[in-house]
């Protein structure tokens, strides 16, 4: 399995951005996906998860009602909107992926990993 992300960038406080997670190697549909943050110095922090089918969802408390995690199937991808973002949001952003039809929070629960992709909100 191979996870490509993409979709980081440099914005302003307030903007709005949308990564995406390319999966290949696998069937998409039996895997559970989130993302994960890490800023510099800090330890990698989870974002979001999703469950196989996309209708089951979990966000921590510091993105909830301002990131959407998604997924696309039929597209092997898998996406979050970011909206109202603050400079706090700036971190290099991780996809990750594992076997499984649940969502997971857990990091020591994701197998597989994509390279980061940088966000960087500026005040």
């Known amino acids: 399995v191979q996870l490509q992300a993409s979709g980081g960038g440099l914005l302003q406080a307030g903007g709005s951005l949308r990564l995406s997670c390319a999966f290949s190697?696998?069937?998409?549909?039996?895997?559970?996906m989130a993302w994960f943050r890490q800023a510099p110095g800090k330890e990698r922090e989870f974002v979001s998860a999703i469950n196989w089918n996309g209708d089951d969802t979990s966000y921590a408390d510091s993105v909830k009602g301002r990131f959407t995690v998604s997924r696309d199937n039929a597209k092997n991808t898998v996406y979050l909107q970011m909206n109202s973002l603050k400079p706090e949001d700036t971190a290099a952003y991780y996809c990750a992926g594992s076997y499984g039809m649940s969502w997971s929070t857990r990091i020591s629960d994701y197998n597989y990993w994509g390279q980061g992709t940088q966000v960087t909100v500026s005040s």
């Open positions: 190697g696998g069937t998409f549909s039996s895997y559970r």
